[in-house]
């Protein structure tokens, strides 16, 4: 079944304190990967889109990375400004389709 | 450039009524999806439009309907109102919305069925 995985489901970091999101996923065709940063109240806000095993992006405090079955987004030293949730989703060849996760939400305490 | 937009962005409605939420996506994209979003169950889909043509759809009654315009502007219709609607509406729209082309959101329409 296709399906992407997101964990933790919750993340409570002091300032400073970096760590992982992962991004897990069972889809076939992978024709993209995709990063999302949402608050609340608000529409998902896009981060980036990652295509192949091995590709990395990275912005300001933020990298992503990828795997043949998983995602990870690395946050480094991170803010109160970073606490939201974040979205991953995979795009695949067969019918064009979007699997989004159910996100990690994210608190940063200052 | 501007983003997807979105309105109304908030709405009350009785139950019963029906309801119509406007998008107009990026310029050039062609292809416009809704989302329903709620605490409990994440992003749901519930249409992807391409060139006027429904291409895909979600797993959501028939109450829920949707239409694309030749200037690539999407409508969503909701009739029959349930409390269970309530419910933050998402329109993304990508390029030619193939898996591969970032689908970007907009700010979104908060529905609020009384």
């Known amino acids: 079944e296709d399906q992407v995985t997101q964990s933790p489901e919750a993340l409570r970091l002091q300032e400073g304190e970096s760590s992982s999101l992962n991004c897990s996923y069972t889809v076939s065709g992978l024709r993209g990967l995709f990063w999302y940063r949402q608050d609340p109240g608000k529409g998902p806000e896009f981060l980036f889109t990652l295509y192949s095993a091995g590709e990395e992006k990275e912005k300001e405090r933020l990298k992503a990375t990828l795997t043949k079955k998983e995602s990870f987004l690395h946050i480094t030293a991170p803010k109160p400004e970073d606490s939201a949730t974040y979205l991953c989703?995979?795009?695949?060849?067969?019918?064009?389709?979007?699997?989004f996760g159910s996100g990690t939400k994210l608190n940063v305490k200052p | 450039k501007a983003g997807v937009t979105q309105t109304p962005r908030y709405l009350i409605k009785t139950r019963g009524q029906q309801v119509t939420l406007s998008c107009s996506p990026i310029s050039g994209h062609r292809s416009v999806s809704w989302y329903q979003q709620t605490p409990g169950q994440g992003l749901q889909f519930l249409f992807e439009y391409f060139s006027e043509t429904q291409r895909n759809k979600g797993n959501f009654p028939g109450r829920f309907s949707g239409r694309q315009f030749s200037n690539s502007r999407s409508e969503m219709n909701v009739s029959t109102l349930e409390l269970g609607d309530s419910a933050l509406y998402l329109c993304?729209?990508?390029?030619?919305?193939?898996?591969?082309?970032?689908?970007?959101f907009g700010e979104g329409s908060w529905l609020t069925v009384v």
């Open positions: 989703a995979v795009g695949s060849s067969r019918f064009n389709k979007f699997y």
């Open positions: 993304a729209s990508s390029l030619d919305g193939t898996g591969g082309n970032t689908i970007y």
